[in-house]
Structures are given as structure tokens and as C-alpha cells.
């Protein structure tokens, strides 16, 4: 048994072990951001209040950046988030490079998302050590309009199969250079009703590209209802065409949306009725791809503390080294710090989610960052408690 030893604390009750990283300042600058953040009624106002002042030409730029952008993005620019990843690798952590510019809609919007994301990848060979992962959106490289029809088995007008060759071949520049550079990138899960087309073409792209190795990682969101069983059947596929299925095991960030739609339309909801049912998948998915890792490269890719203790446990009990190649923990940058260096400090592979892009573009991001937030119960509760506990820590050893 490698990397086995000292014995790990997997309470992530570990406070000083879980915001080292921060100095004092830092961590007051936290606990007021994420108090602002527990507001539903700000979180919800936010990006309708923002986009007024940006209308009016009001100076709100500098106080976005200098608050929620610094606390979840790590710059404008790949050059900017230097800084933050050289921290977070100090400190035992990867990153995942992410350009999270969201919602464009024209050709040369996607054609500058995907320099954007072949940079990331280049970036991620000058610093391979430092960044294991790059990430990117479909969506990204093109319209959701026109992958809804895809997804939907819709006749596409000659203008539209145009525009989707072009996205193809965009998709596919991304993931050949991935696979020349060795390096790893994951394609995050988006909403129901467009995510048959997107995991058709990450199929492709793992049949193609992760012959030897996991190159290319599709999103798993078990929050739905059938999610566990399409992973059993792709790992099925893996063993069958004889390649590496990569795996990234993610609750889900759309309820509100994929409810509300299901109401609308009168489907079926395709997310699980309860918590209880999204937790029991989720830790199946993740023992599933544990026992499979011979075929399947995972990264857990969550903020719920019991998922990650299962998941390491179930190493240890099976006797699997904690820097094991084919097994990750993941976490966004600014949140779930006492998981991530806990998980870092017992030596498990574990990354952050470092975003970046100007700020005016990113606040889509950031805005669904910290709806998202107060919607999971107890989520940014959690994170003023531990907060205010590392603070009363430094108070009592004289360190605040």
C-alpha cells in the first residue's frame, strides 16, 4: 500500500489545516463576502441590479473584482491566474484552468473561446505539475439553439449543418491537441434537453483520443435521474471498444431551471425527487468508477464532505494508492477550502476550479456561482461557521 501513511483525518474538521492558505485579512474579507452571499434576496437581485448600474455607467467594476470575482476567479487573463495557482500548488493543490466566459452566440465569439481553451492547454504544459485539468463548455464553441435541435433528432437547415461542422471541428482541434500535449481536459455536463448532443461528441472524442490514457472526461450530473445507469452503460462501451471512459462525478447546477422547465412542458422532471436519492447515486457512481479503474479515470468533482469521505475510505479499505493517476477531487476555487487541504494534507490528488475571464464577462458565472450557493441548504452556512471557528482558533493561539 503506497501513500497510505500518516493515518488521515477525514473529519475536515481541521480548520487550521483548512485555511493555511489565507492570511487574516483574507479571511475577513471571506466571512463578509459570503455573509453577502447568504442574502437570497441579494443573490437572486444581483445580476439585475449589476447590469442596471453597467447600464448607467456606474464605477462598480473595481468593487465586483475586488470582492466576489477575487474571492471565486483566478484573474482576467491565464497570465493573471498565475499567482493563484503557484498557491494552490505550495499548498499540494491542482488546478483546473477554466475561461468562464459564458453565453456567446456568434462565430467569432466560439472561435476565440476555443484559442482561449487551447491556450489554457498550453498553459497546462508549462506548468504540468500545477495544472492537471483544463475545462470547457460546449456551449462555449457553440450555439444552445442549435445544439437543442441536435439533442431533439431535428432536420438541420444547410446554413445550421454548416455551423455545426464548424463546431466540430473546433471540438475536435481542442481534444487532438489535449491528446498530442498529454494533457487532460473535462467538458462540463449542461442542461437536460441539450446534453444527449453534447455526450454523443465526447463520445467521440474518448473513442478517439483515450486509447491508452483518459484525455477527455465527460460530465456525469447525478442529481438526474438516469445518470448512474448512462455511466454504467459508457463504461460498458469502454470495455467493449477497448478505451479509458473518463469520468467527472457531479451532483448537478441546474435543479431550479430543469424543475421549472419540466413544470412548463409537462414532462417528467429528469432530476431525483430528493437529496437522498441524488447522495445514494452520486457515492454508487463513485464506488462504481473505483471498481472499474482499469477502464475509467474519475475526478469527484463535489462540496459534499460525506461523498468525499466515502470515496476515500473506500481507497483505503481497497487498498488504493491516494495518488492513484485515475482518481481526483475537485472543488471551486473560494469554497469547501477545509475539504480540499484537508484532502491535500492526507495526500490525495485533489484540484481547485480556477475560472478566469474579464470581469464584466464572467459575472454570468459568478452570479450562478452564488445563486447556486443559497439555494443547496446549508451550504454558505457552512462556510461562515468554519470561517469564524479558524478565526476564534487564531484569536485563542494569538495568531489573529
Not at 461528441?201 to 486509447?211: A, D, G, H, L, T
Not at 447525478?222 to 460498458?236: M, P, S
Not at 457531479?250 to 422532471?269: F, T
Not at 475560472?355 to 454570468?364: I, N, T
Request: net charge positive; glycine share 4%.
Amino acid at each position: 500500500m503506497q501513500n497510505l501513511r500518516p493515518p488521515c483525518d477525514l473529519s475536515f474538521k481541521n480548520t487550521k489545516q483548512g485555511f493555511k492558505h489565507l492570511s487574516n485579512k483574507q479571511l475577513r474579507t471571506a466571512l463578509r463576502l459570503f455573509r453577502l452571499i447568504n442574502i437570497r434576496l441579494l443573490a437572486n437581485a444581483g445580476p439585475w441590479l449589476t447590469n442596471v448600474a453597467l447600464g448607467l455607467g456606474l464605477p462598480i467594476n473595481s468593487l465586483i473584482k475586488n470582492t466576489i470575482f477575487k474571492q471565486f476567479c483566478g484573474g482576467e487573463t491565464i497570465e493573471d491566474s498565475t499567482k493563484t495557482i503557484l498557491k494552490l500548488q505550495a499548498n499540494g493543490v491542482g488546478s483546473i484552468l477554466d475561461y468562464a466566459v459564458e453565453g456567446a452566440k456568434r462565430e467569432e465569439m466560439f472561435d476565440d473561446t476555443a484559442k482561449q481553451i487551447m491556450a489554457c492547454i498550453d498553459k497546462a504544459v508549462a506548468m504540468p505539475d500545477a495544472v492537471p485539468f483544463c475545462v470547457f463548455k460546449i456551449t462555449g464553441l457553440a450555439r444552445f439553439s442549435l445544439l437543442e435541435k441536435i439533442a431533439n433528432g431535428a432536420v438541420l437547415k444547410a446554413y445550421e449543418k454548416l455551423e455545426w461542422d464548424k463546431a466540430l471541428v473546433r471540438i475536435n482541434q481542442i481534444c487532438e491537441k489535449a491528446f498530442v500535449c498529454h494533457q487532460m481536459v473535462m467538458v462540463d455536463a449542461e442542461e437536460s434537453w441539450i446534453q444527449p448532443a453534447i455526450d454523443d461528441i465526447v463520445m467521440v472524442m474518448m473513442r478517439k483520443y483515450n486509447q491508452q490514457k483518459a484525455i477527455v472526461y465527460n460530465t456525469y450530473q447525478l442529481y438526474r435521474t438516469n445518470k448512474l445507469e448512462a455511466l454504467i452503460a459508457d463504461v460498458t462501451r469502454a470495455y467493449t471498444a477497448n478505451f479509458v471512459l473518463g469520468a467527472k462525478l457531479v451532483r448537478g447546477a441546474y435543479m431550479e431551471k430543469e424543475r421549472k422547465r419540466a413544470l412548463r412542458y409537462n414532462y417528467p422532471s429528469p432530476i431525483h425527487a430528493d437529496k437522498a436519492s441524488t447522495d445514494r447515486d452520486f457515492n454508487a457512481a463513485a464506488a462504481f468508477c473505483l471498481d472499474n479503474l482499469d477502464k475509467v479515470a474519475m475526478v469527484l468533482a463535489t462540496h459534499n464532505e460525506e461523498s468525499c469521505r466515502f470515496l476515500a475510505e473506500k481507497m483505503e479499505q481497497q487498498k488504493v494508492d491516494r495518488k492513484h493517476p485515475r482518481i481526483y477531487f475537485a472543488q471551486l476555487l473560494g469554497m469547501s477550502d477545509h475539504i480540499t487541504f484537508n484532502l491535500a494534507h492526507c495526500n490525495f490528488n485533489v484540484n481547485k476550479y480556477v475560472p478566469y475571464g474579464p470581469v464584466k464577462e464572467v459575472l454570468p458565472y459568478l452570479f450562478r456561482r452564488a445563486k447556486e450557493n443559497t439555494s443547496i441548504a446549508g451550504q454558505v452556512g457552512r462556510e461562515l461557521k468554519l470561517i469564524k471557528q479558524e478565526q476564534q482558533r487564531r484569536k485563542v493561539e494569538g495568531h489573529l
